[in-house]
């Protein structure tokens, strides 16, 4: 129930099972289960069938591919023709795209039979999963709690066995929070090395746009597999590199766990780290150091945590609002002059951010360039970063519309809302490779997992770490009984 990827195609290679018996069963647990979690807002199960029907036919006919009938779900923002496409937005809960995502594309010529897609938050714009369309979505550990955001929906697809394999996105750790919160592995890929077209939202044309933060990437309940799926997702979009699908990525640094050289971080400048997530990064860094690996926890080398947390808050805000009425405009600019200019607060950062002038995003722009050389720096010294995801294990649903407003509970001290994204932005500013793997339950039977930021372009090194840890840190749980009922 709960088979791999790579366990799907070797058992429907050597017959023990169908693409039509694993779709079935896929499709009877999310029968059985999903009512509870509401991870899947759109199912798709007859074309799934038939996918799955023509997969076996493939596989009889001595055809092969790399996903070649294995069970998936897609997050809801990517395009899937007779589908509709709405980002949790109620006025497009009627928009039906005219053509499929790019990554939609790749999965389906891969053979892989897609299940239906994932619930997401309003405008993709929370670290959970609700809204209007297709309500909340529910952590599998403990319902009163969050799966993440905005790929909260896969997250706990995956977590409850609903398909082997998800799509997702993350631009402030949509890809990472969530696997965190439930339990599971996710990859943000180097900034473009994966195609987006077609993850766009409802009304906007679905171009080869190169995004500044935004990317696409896999989900899994196995480090291997978050490489299997990326295979087939990373190259360029054609319509802008013609055939040119593929990119020669480098392999591994090192093959051995004890050649690799990690820099272990637990704490930020700017919000505190809880002990349960401290005591996650300790379980990485007992590991890798009782493999052999060389761990240090601290570097001259490493940029400015706290100028990267503004940075990062300036860039992801400053497009925030950038179709917003001139009347709403007129008012965050009114809001960001109560701020004193020489406030350096995250809260003044994404005020001011939201109104900032096409000179003031250039600057914040050449100070990214200058931390991507720190950071190459950084990898000359070491071979990957593990840090937290978020302070916090997955925390209490709280659906206040005032996102700005909200409140983060670290170990009883309260921070904005959106503090807790400096550490995904740690990764996603100068668009580093960032996987994201558990390290086993927090004292209250949570989830913890932690992210292990690699080179640029050098994706395969991290996953491989990842792989590497999975015998020696447990890998995937399955949901337990601390919270809420388990999914069996």
Excluded at 91 to 102: I, K, L, N, S
Excluded at 370 to 387: G, I, K, N, P, S
Excluded at 460 to 468: F, G, Q, V, Y
């Amino acid at each position: 129930m709960f088979r791999s990827a790579a366990e799907c195609l070797s058992a429907m290679r050597t017959g023990e099972v169908s693409s039509l018996e694993l779709t079935e069963e896929s499709i009877a647990r999310i029968e059985a289960h999903d009512r509870e979690i509401n991870a899947l807002c759109v199912r798709d199960f007859d074309r799934a069938r038939h996918a799955a029907h023509q997969a076996d036919r493939a596989r009889r006919e001595g055809r092969e591919a790399p996903l070649l009938g294995v069970p998936v779900t897609v997050k809801e923002c990517f395009d899937i023709t007779g589908l509709p496409t709405t980002w949790g937005m109620p006025q497009h809960r009627h928009h039906y795209p005219a053509a499929d995502a790019v990554q939609v594309e790749r999965i389906k010529a891969a053979g892989a039979v897609v299940l239906g897609k994932t619930n997401v938050p309003l405008g993709l714009q929370d670290l959970q999963s609700f809204n209007d369309i297709h309500g909340t979505t529910r952590n599998p550990w403990c319902h009163d709690r969050t799966p993440g955001g905005s790929s909260g929906g896969s997250a706990a697809a995956l977590a409850c066995g609903f398909g082997a394999l998800s799509l997702g996105s993350d631009l402030a750790g949509s890809l990472r929070t969530p696997a965190h919160f439930c339990g599971i592995y996710a990859h943000k890929p180097t900034l473009g090395l994966a195609a987006t077209r077609g993850m766009v939202a409802p009304g906007e044309p679905a171009l080869p746009v190169e995004q500044d933060l935004a990317v696409v990437g896999p989900m899994a309940r196995t480090a291997g597999d978050l490489a299997l799926l990326l295979e087939v997702m990373a190259g360029p979009d054609p319509l802008t590199h013609g055939k040119a699908h593929r990119l020669r990525l480098p392999p591994a640094r090192h093959p051995r766990l004890e050649d690799f050289r990690v820099l272990v971080l637990d704490e930020h400048p700017l919000i505190a780290t809880s002990a349960a997530v401290r005591a996650g990064v300790e379980r990485v860094a007992a590991a890798l150091g009782d493999g052999g690996a060389r761990v240090d926890r601290g570097s001259a080398l490493l940029p400015d945590l706290a100028e990267a947390a503004r940075i990062y808050t300036q860039l992801l805000f400053s497009g925030s609002t950038a179709h917003f009425p001139l009347d709403a405009y007129d008012d965050l600019r009114d809001r960001a002059a109560h701020f004193d200019a020489g406030d350096r607060s995250l809260e003044a950062t994404r005020w001011r951010a939201m109104v900032c002038s096409h000179r003031d995003w250039m600057h914040a722009h050449r100070l990214r360039e200058l931390h991507r050389h720190r950071w190459r720096r950084v990898f000359t010294e070491f071979d990957v970063v593990a840090c937290p995801i978020t302070p916090t294990p997955a925390f209490g649903h709280d659906h206040d519309p005032d996102l700005l407003g909200r409140r983060i509970d670290v170990d009883g001290v309260g921070y904005p809302f959106f503090d807790q994204l400096v550490w995904a932005g740690l990764a996603t500013m100068p668009g580093l490779p960032a996987t994201a793997i558990p390290t086993g339950p927090d004292e209250d039977g949570l989830p913890v997992g932690i992210q292990l930021i690699g080179p640029a372009f050098e994706d395969r090194t991290p996953l491989h770490l990842a792989a590497l840890l999975d015998q020696r840190l447990g890998g995937f749980r399955a949901p337990g009984t601390s919270c809420g009922p388990r999914v069996r």
